[in-house]
Structure formats: C-alpha cells, structure tokens
T-cell receptor
Framework: QKEVEQNSGPLSVPEGAIASLNCTYSDRGSQSFFWYRQYSGKSPELIMSIYSNGDKEDGRFTAQLNKASQYVSLLIRDSQPSDSATYLCAVSLRSGNQFYFGTGTSLTVIP | SAVISQKPSRDICQRGTSLTIQCQVDSQVTMMFWYRQQPGQSLTLIATANQGSEATYESGFVIDKFPISRPNLTFSTLTVSNMSPEDSSIYLC??????????FGPGTRLTVT
C-alpha cells in the first residue's frame, strides 16, 4: 500500500505570511516527489518537483525533502490571495511512473 | 510541459449507457494515464495507457468497465461503460515523459443520472 498523507486543512494564512504544507509517505522506495496546485473546478497544475534531499526553491515556492523521515513539504512565501487553492502532494517510484496522490490540503490566503 | 486537450469537457449521461473520453497531446509522450477525481476527493489512478499493448489497470478497476485505447503516442481514449450514478466524477488524463513529471489535461466532468 503506497500511502501519501496530508493534513486536509483548511489552512488559513494572512496575506504576506508563509504557508507551510506538509506531506508524509509510507513507501521508502519512493524516488520522486511533486506538488500540484488545484483551483476549484480546474485540473491539477504542477508547481514543484523534487528528487533529492534538501531544499529546492522556485520563486516564492520552496520544496523540502527528507527521505529519512519520509517527509516532503512546500513553503509558500509572501502568500497571495491567488494562492488560495488545494495543494496535492504526489509521490512516485522510479519505475512505472505511477503517481500516488495525497488527499490534498485546502489553503485560503486572507487579504 | 505539453498542451493536452480532452473531449468532451462535460457530459450528462443516462444510467446504463457508455461514454468515450478522448485525450489528445500536442507532442509524442511516453506515458499516458487516466485518473478519476470524485467530488471533494483526491485523484485515483485508473490505469496506465500503453502504446501498442493493453492498458495496465490499478486495483479496483477492470477493463470491461473502463476499456482504454492508445493507438499512438499522442492520443488515448477511456470509455466508461454501463454507467451508474457512482461513476459521476471528473476524469483526467495525464502525460509523462522521461523526466517523470506528469501534466494533466483539463478533465471531463461526467454526471450520470
């Protein structure tokens, strides 16, 4: 069973604050980790991918991976109301490219 | 990334009928996948569409209910057969290349009455 767990939220942060989204996974063989953003009524949009331990920054987004703890997180700095969405964590093994998704965390950024 | 289109974008179907959903990509891709997202839920992988061979189905999904075709590297179809209201969902195709990143189509919103 390849489980991916996220806090469902909702998570509310004021505009300009840092939003922290967390994800744990059960399969130690997992190699690739992704964060998707999904606006209501839309399909998921890839915002970050991370493959090795440590931090990866892209603009206001930072993904953090700790394979020993089986933990991946997403930090959103200077949160904007447009960041309000559901954030999905996805994990895959190197072989097969199958993704396993968490249930998502709903984020609301309050102006 | 890739430009992915799905047809239809939405449909309302009667119980017992079948609907075929098309997924078209603007460039050749190695992997194509079909997911289901039920209201308020996350994504569940239905199957991996393999070019030139039968699709690989996840536990709980069977070919008789969800036949899939993949005639080439840019196109796939998913059929939802003998529909019931429980099949009401959003169906999404995604594509992946060697980088392992997956990109999603806009989805097909299906309502079964």
């Amino acid at each position: 069973q390849k489980e991916v767990e996220q806090n469902s939220g909702p998570l509310s942060v004021p505009e300009g604050a840092i939003a922290s989204l967390n994800c744990t996974y059960s399969d130690r063989g997992s190699q690739s980790f992704f964060w998707y953003r999904q606006y209501s009524g839309k399909s998921p949009e890839l915002i970050m991918s991370i493959y090795s331990n440590g931090d990866k920054e892209d603009g206001r987004f930072t993904a953090q991976l700790n394979k020993a703890s089986q933990y991946v997180s997403l930090l959103i700095r200077d949160s904007q109301p447009s960041d309000s969405a559901t954030y999905l964590c996805a994990v895959s093994l190197r072989s097969g490219n199958q993704f396993y998704f968490g249930t998502g965390t709903s984020l609301t950024v309050i102006p | 990334s890739a430009v992915i289109s799905q047809k239809p974008s939405r449909d309302i179907c009667q119980r017992g009928t079948s609907l075929t959903i098309q997924c078209q990509v603007d460039s050749q891709v190695t992997m194509m996948f079909w997911y289901r997202q039920q209201p308020g839920q996350s994504l569940t992988l239905i199957a991996t569409a393999n070019q030139g061979s039968e699709a690989t189905y996840e536990s709980g999904f069977v070919i008789d209910k969800f036949p899939i075709s993949r005639p080439n590297l840019t196109f796939s179809t998913l059929t939802v057969s003998n529909m019931s209201p429980e099949d009401s969902s959003i169906y999404l195709c995604s594509v992946g290349r060697d980088s392992q990143e997956q990109y999603f189509g806009p989805g097909t919103r299906l309502t079964v009455t």
